[in-house]
């Protein structure tokens, strides 16, 4: 189990993240923003973890190494109500403040999860939060799921753990699940596809026992229920409940629907395991009840046309023949294809199955139209070759002679010419062996000679029946009928005797007491009759029908009372409509009223055998039987029953109720006995809620639901149900999202989705409260508000109704770019109308690279796109700067604000001196500046050599100057500078002595020797003045006839 934490500071150090729980050094917990949505995973219930109650540490082994592990349950909030998770990943981060996904065993690649689930059902860490079995189911847990082994020999564990770890083990060992916990919600296919027109059908599987929500992305699709396995697309549904099918169809081809199925609430069953991409799993240990969804795919594709042919009768077309043609339709798509028949185009009523029979005529044109589901349809007619039926006409002999044979004549002609044989037939019989157009036969009155051509492609014309011979006339039958012997009240079996003197088939009609008697058509028929009924029956050839025959089988005997019986009820409630039953008999059979009376009080209302009656204490009900028909009575019967009072309960609802959270209804229970102590049993939508039998019941109600609750006695009397008749509100809800081009720093418009069942026709009912990083937004009650956000900051939104409920509040920690931002720095000086540069300072929170726009006086500086600016600036120039990042999103502007601080004009400084300047003696240097602005007053700082001469402000300077000095002047006045030197034009020259006698040549000459001498053995020459100088050897070398003069002088920085 891998986890830090990190704060939503700027510290970066990873050694500074507190470590909650770790195995590894490097292990860490993350922690997100709290309220985001899962919107990767497309899952059926999700929790957001985060820290909860510790266990104590455990030492064990995992992978081989010897760990030491801190153990520690993760806190969720399933319905608003505490839960707490267990840790099935010990090598993997967990993140908390994110949601976690609901998946299956299969698909969470979790080892031994059967004995991870009897793990749980074993502890109760999750109730008791005791830190030992924490860390005793913990360590189990890890046991199975990742092969972490406890020591049991380290006395660093606690013995306690030991044990309890030991116990868990062993028993799951023994004992795994049998199963997989239900989901709380599963919707397949993911994807589903088929041809437009065609439904696509989805199987849900849910804990939820209430409507669960349908929701589709388009407005073009809709979804139906499934009848019997197929799609009824006549219904229109937006909500399925429980386990169930339904299916979707759409308007046209539509890709990738969205089909989302919500719960309300669904229950959650400990042993279910939420995963998170890269992150530690987890498994439910508390049950609970969870909002679950789930969204799926639909697509359909374009629909191709149906195609259709027409295959001709096997045995060809005859005209005035009955024949059947056969359509071959199919659809590329695999729709349903429905069948119509025409003829010359017009639609034969009923002739909508793939064959059609029918019998054709000359210039008939036969055709059929195929269409598939979605309403494409195809059309053919049949190409067959007809042929036309043959006629015939019989003559009869001349001389028709009964009794005797008698020669009669067919003529046939056919159409087609086709040959044509005969077919004939006398009283109705194939004569056979004669397919001519003469037979010879024996005739009598009444017979029936008759023949058909038929063509050599099987074409048969019209039968045609001799007229020559005489008719019979036709005699009605006759019937008898008699009594059986056995006849009694009650069902009995009759036999008609039917005779017709032509043997004709007989059927026969039955009559009860006048009446027919449906279904009765034969000679037999069983008929219930009572003392007094009157039994007929009539036979008839299909032309003449028989005289009527009549009996009367039953007689009445001597006719008795009728007696009665009454039982008191099962159970009689004082105050309470009772049922009594009376059971009476009449040995005739006949009808029976009764007379029904309570305390000698007749009820004239209530005559048949059963009456209900209210009883008080002490009361009798007494009942009599009467034959109507022969005015006789029984006795009467009367009983005494003993009652009981039934208890009494009423509801007392919460205020206020809100539908979706816990409330407390009391149930107000009522004895009038006041005896014993009542037993409460509440039921929720008719369905019994177990556990418990307290007046006190606390419960999640939803709009439309029903809480009954009824008491019982001790002794098993159950009070009449009451039900809780609440006004309920629901809290609204609210999302909100994030906007799409979210700028920190810029005001944007985020917007609120409020919804509230009471309220959703009044949109103003709701009133929002917007908060950014938990603090009232003043003044933004509406579902947008302008918002100015900087990075990190979190937005929250709760809508209010008009009863004051609060939904909860919808945050998130949006995603945006910054606007960079610039700065820009000052030179120290700016001489104005020279060169210099200034810099910009680009920052971009988002890590973006800057461009920058430089504008002097209101005019971009064109190809300058850097953080640096070499210009040219006057007093009165105006210089700015903006960073712009590759969005587009460009920093506030910025002026160069210094130029009155740091801004100066460079004067011109003009040294004059005298011509001739003598070394050693007062030299007078005058300064004249120009383009010093007006007033101003310029200051001067005079320096010989570099070094400042103290007290020297003025324009002039009286200075003693040596051999190769320089002077300069600066002058400095309000936004002024200026400088100039002076030295070429202030040459000084040496002062020289009054020249002396040359000397003579070996005069001289001497002199030089002892010099040399002299300098040899001081072995250098000798510096004076203040600074340092190069020592300058010069020589003059005079040549003159007759002898050498040289002049030797050095020359050092003030001396000669």
């Not at 929500?213 to 019997?228: G, K, T």
């Not at 009794?403 to 159409?415: I, K, M, V, W």
């Not at 302008?786 to 998130?812: F, N």
């Not at 030299?923 to 602005?933: F, W």
Request: hydrophobic share 35%.
């Amino acid at each position: 189990m891998e986890m830090v934490t990190t704060s939503t500071s700027t510290s970066t150090s990873t050694s500074g993240r507190q470590r909650l729980l770790a195995i590894f050094a490097a292990a860490v917990v993350i922690i997100g923003a709290l309220g985001l949505t899962l919107t990767s995973v497309d899952a059926a219930s999700s929790v957001t973890p985060r820290s909860g109650p510790s266990g104590k540490t455990v030492h064990g082994t995992y992978q081989g190494k010897s760990q030491k592990v801190p153990t520690m349950l993760f806190q969720v909030d399933l319905n608003s109500a505490p839960s707490f998770m267990f840790c099935i990943d010990i090598g993997t981060a967990i993140e908390f403040g994110v949601p976690y996904a609901e998946t299956g065993w299969e698909e969470s690649n979790v080892k031994n999860l059967a004995k991870v689930a009897r793990v749980l059902s074993q502890t109760n860490a999750t109730t008791t939060l005791d830190p030992v079995e924490i860390a005793a189911a913990q360590a189990a847990i890890w046991h199975f799921s990742d092969g972490f082994d406890l020591a049991t020999n380290d006395a660093r564990n606690d013995a306690a753990v030991i044990a309890r770890y030991q116990a868990l083990v062993d028993d799951a060992e023994r004992n795994p699940v049998s199963s997989e916990p239900a989901g709380t919600l599963s919707v397949t296919p993911a994807k589903g596809s088929a041809a437009y027109g065609s439904p696509i059908f989805y199987d849900v599987a849910t804990t939820s026992t209430d409507p669960i929500a349908i929701e589709l992305s388009d407005s073009l699709v809709n979804a139906h229920p499934v009848v019997d396995g197929v799609c009824d697309i006549a219904t229109t549904i937006n909500t399925v409940t429980g386990a169930s099918r339904f299916c979707v169809t759409a308007a046209g081809p539509r890709s990738n629907v969205k089909v989302t199925l919500r719960t309300a609430a669904a229950p959650l069953s400990a042993g279910r395991v939420f995963v998170r991409p890269n992150r530690q799993k987890l498994i439910i240990g508390k049950p609970g009840i969870a909002q679950a969804n789930q969204t799926v795919a639909a697509s359909w594709t374009d629909n191709g046309r149906p195609t259709v042919d027409i295959a001709c009768p096997t045995d060809g077309v005859s005209y005035g023949q009955p024949a059947t043609w056969t359509a071959n339709a199919s659809d590329p798509d695999g729709d349903a294809i429905t069948y119509q028949w025409t003829v010359n185009g017009q639609p034969v009523e009923g002739a909508t199955e793939a064959t059609f029979t029918h019998t054709p005529q000359p210039g008939e044109q036969i055709g059929v139209i195929v269409t598939d589901s979605v309403g494409q349809s195809a059309s053919a007619d049949a190409n067959c070759v007809a042929k036309s039926a043959p006629t015939v006409i019989l003559y009869c002999p001349t001389d028709l002679v009964l009794g005797q044979e008698n020669t009669f004549l067919a003529e046939g002609s056919d159409p087609d010419g086709d040959s044509l044989t005969y077919e004939w037939t006398v009283n109705g019989a194939v004569v056979a062996g004669n397919d001519t157009a003469m037979l010879k036969t024996v005739v009598n009155a009444g017979d029936r000679v008759a023949v058909t051509a038929i063509d050599s492609g099987g074409s048969r014309s019209d039968e045609v029946v001799a007229s020559c011979i005489p008719i019979i006339g036709n005699q009605p039958p006759t019937v008898t009928l008699e009594c059986p012997a056995d006849a009694a009240p009650g069902p009995v079996t009759f036999e008609a005797k039917g005779s017709d003197p032509e043997g004709d088939e007989l059927t026969y009609t039955w009559y009860l007491n006048g009446t027919v008697v449906a279904g009765e058509t034969g000679p037999s028929a069983t008929i219930e009759v009572k003392v007094g009924d009157v039994v007929a029956v009539e036979a008839s050839d299909g032309r003449l029908t028989s005289t009527r025959v009549e009996v009367d089988c039953i007689t009445s005997p001597e006719n008795t009372p009728p007696t009665v019986t009454l039982t008191c009820p099962a159970a009689v409630f004082y105050g309470e409509p009772t049922i009594f039953v009376a059971v009476g008999n009449d040995a005739e059979g006949d009808a029976l009223t009764y007379r029904w009376s309570l305390n000698g009080t007749v009820d004239e209302q209530q005559t048949g055998s059963q009456a209900t009656f209210v009883l008080q204490a002490g009361d009798s009900v007494s009942v009599q039987a009467r034959d109507e028909a022969n005015d006789m009575t029984s006795d009467e019967v009367t009983v005494d029953c003993v009652g009981a009072n039934r208890p009494t309960v009423t509801i007392t609802c919460p205020v206020p109720t809100i539908y979706g959270e816990p409330a407390t209804f009391i149930a107000n229970g009522n004895d009038p006995d006041g005896e014993g102590t009542l037993i409460y049993t509440w039921s929720h939508n008719g369905a019994p809620i177990d556990g418990n039998l307290t007046p006190r019941l606390v419960i999640s109600l939803q709009p439309g639901d029903t809480l009954t609750v009824t008491v019982t006695t001790e002794d098993g009397i159950v009070s009449a149900a009451a039900s809780a008749d609440c006004t309920g509100n629901t809290r609204p809800t609210v999302s909100l999202e994030c906007p799409e081009d979210l700028v920190f720093g810029q005001p944007v418009t985020f917007t609120a989705k409020g919804a509230d069942v009471e309220d959703d026709a009044n949109d103003t009912a709701l009133t929002y409260e917007w908060t950014v990083n938990g603090k009232v937004v003043e003044g933004e009650t509406g579902p947008s508000a302008k918002l100015t956000l900087e990075r990190g900051d979190q937005v929250g939104v709760r809508t209010i109704d008009s009863a004051g409920l609060e939904s909860t509040v919808a945050t998130s920690t949006c995603t945006g770019t910054s606007k960079p931002t610039v700065t820009l720095s000052c030179p120290d000086q700016i001489v104005f109308g020279e060169p210099t540069v200034l810099n910009a300072t680009g920052t971009d929170a988002d890590g973006d690279s800057l461009t920058f726009e430089w504008t002097v006086n209101g005019k971009v500086v064109e190809g300058q796109t850097g953080a640096s600016l070499s210009i040219v600036l006057q007093p009165d120039d105006v210089v700015s700067v903006t960073a712009t990042d590759p969005t587009g999103l460009t920093s506030d502007s910025v002026k160069l604000d210094c130029l009155d601080d740091v801004g100066v004009v460079r004067a011109t400084i003009a040294l004059s001196c005298p011509a001739t300047v003598k070394a050693g003696d007062p030299v007078k240097i005058s300064a004249t500046v120009t383009g010093l602005p007006k007033g101003a007053k310029p200051v001067f700082t005079w320096a010989i050599n570099g070094k400042v001469i103290t007290g020297e402000s003025g324009a002039e300077l009286s200075v003693v100057m040596g051999p190769n000095d320089v002077v300069s002047a600066n002058v400095i006045a309000d936004g002024v500078i200026g400088s100039a030197t002076v030295q070429t034009n202030c040459t000084t020259i040496v002062n020289e002595p009054s020249p002396t006698p040359i000397p003579s040549t070996p005069t001289v000459m001497a002199k030089l020797t002892a010099n040399a001498e002299q300098r040899a053995a001081a072995d250098k020459l000798a510096w004076t003045g203040s600074n340092t100088m190069t020592l300058v050897w010069g020589g003059v070398i005079a040549i003159g006839i007759g002898g050498l003069f040289v002049v030797l002088r050095r020359r050092g920085a003030g001396a000669a």
